[in-house]
């Protein structure tokens, strides 16, 4: 395994409920990225509540899958001028035992843990300087282990669900979501509001998530599964870069169900009395914004949702 440069190791720290009566194994983890600590409540408050006794079968969580930029507090492993281009753990699965760091990290939570589960949730957060509208998403295919993959992230029970074909952010050969299904786990991600923090609201969304699960797979038996009145359905996304530079102000809200042509928010000149509009480029369901802050020409304003055929 892994060690820091003064020689201490790196420890991945895993935690197991297991329940009194037989069941599945579940395994989630959170941190994969280092500033993504929501995951890491959640995991705490879910198992605060479960109660070993009624609960069938086990859970397997590592709440901090990456300690490296975990303990820099900052989002990828620490690179190098030989690595710099393979320090996003996320996207280095299955990962080997002598690649570079990433790829040790990840081939080591894909054999020790997550291969030996029956199912798996990886917790994410937004990436900084944005807010997101929770979300789930789930690998690509139409295998009978993404099919499952994607009904447990409807389960899970949050507003939107993102089940993509083509690569792109969550999609692709690398991604652990992708090479864990395809092994012989099925597993989706959740994506919680913000980075750096864990706020209340998106927690105790993360923890009814935990037990929606919990009861469609019959780890517990007190209730059905809660899941909401209308999900939306995703079958791509698009995101919204600035035209021109500025102070980027956003004006439509988290959640909201977007025209082509709506406007979303609005560039101001630093320099000039100069305002420019930014409108949606598309129909769809808008789950992130950034956050008020000066932008170059080209970053990433917002992301869209657009419905699944």
């Given at each position: ?268 000149d630093l320099y000039q009395d100069e ?35």
């Amino acid at each position: 395994m892994l060690a820091q440069a003064d020689g201490s190791p790196v420890v991945l720290r895993a935690i197991v409920a297991r329940g009194r009566h037989d069941g599945p194994t579940l395994y989630t983890g959170a941190a994969l990225h280092g500033d993504e600590v929501c995951g890491i409540e959640v995991i705490r408050r879910v198992l605060a509540v479960v109660d070993l006794d009624r609960f069938r079968g086990a859970m397997v969580a590592v709440p901090v899958q990456n300690p490296l930029a975990f303990l820099q507090r900052q989002r990828f492993v620490p690179g190098n001028a030989f690595d710099a281009y393979a320090i996003d753990v996320m996207n280095a699965f299955p990962g080997s035992e002598d690649g570079e760091v990433s790829a040790v990290l990840a081939h080591a939570l894909l054999d020790r843990f997550i291969r030996h589960a029956d199912y798996a949730v990886d917790l994410h957060s937004a990436l900084p300087g944005g807010v997101n509208l929770e979300y789930c998403f789930t690998p690509a295919g139409s295998d009978r282990k993404v099919e499952v993959a994607r009904r447990l992230a409807r389960v899970f029970g949050l507003d939107l669900v993102i089940e993509m074909e083509r690569p792109g952010s969550y999609v692709g050969p690398t991604k652990l979501t992708q090479v864990a299904t395809m092994a012989g786990t099925p597993t989706f991600a959740v994506e919680f509001d913000q980075a750096g923090t864990a706020t209340p609201a998106s927690v105790e969304k993360g923890l009814a998530g935990f037990l929606n699960l919990f009861r469609s797979l019959g780890m517990l038996t007190d209730e059905p599964a809660r899941t909401p009145r209308r999900q939306f359905i995703a079958g791509d996304y698009h995101y919204v870069r600035l035209q021109r530079a500025g102070m980027y102000l956003p004006e439509a809200k988290l959640g909201h169900v977007l025209k082509r042509g709506d406007r979303i928010g609005t560039v101001y000149d630093l320099y000039q009395d100069e305002a420019v509009p930014v409108h949606a480029p598309c129909d769809g369901l808008l789950y992130r914004i950034t956050i008020p802050r000066p932008l170059n020409a080209s970053e990433r304003v917002a992301a869209i949702a657009i419905a699944a055929a």
